[in-house]
Nanobody
């Protein structure tokens, strides 16, 4: 199983970023996929989740209305569209499938 995140970077408050997670080594369409984040000095937290066919999503209260999780099962990829970014969104963002983690991608929101 491999999960490879991309799309992180430095963005100003109010800006947008789209993270991608390319998955391989398993039948992607059968699994719920998750995005987590970990800020310095804080515990890793669940940001968003999407079921195998994409029919159901869940979000942390802190990102509801600003972030969107979606997936393309034909491309074995899950995405996190992040809008109206705030400094408190600064963290390393991780793609997750039950039992497996990507290497993470840094998102920094700063002026």
């Amino acid at each position: 199983v491999q999960l490879v995140e991309s799309g992180g970077g430095l963005v100003q408050p109010g800006g947008s970023l789209r993270l991608s997670c390319a998955a391989s080594g398993f039948t992607f369409s059968r699994y719920t996929m998750n995005w987590y984040r970990q800020a310095p000095g804080k515990e890793r937290e669940l940001v968003a989740a999407i079921t195998s066919a994409g029919g159901s999503t869940n979000y942390a209260d802190s990102v509801k209305g600003r972030f969107l999780i979606f997936r393309d099962n034909a491309k074995n990829t899950v995405y996190l569209q992040m809008n109206s970014l705030k400094p408190e969104d600064t963290a390393v963002y991780y793609c997750n499938r039950f039992g497996y983690w990507g290497q993470g991608t840094q998102v920094t929101v700063s002026s």
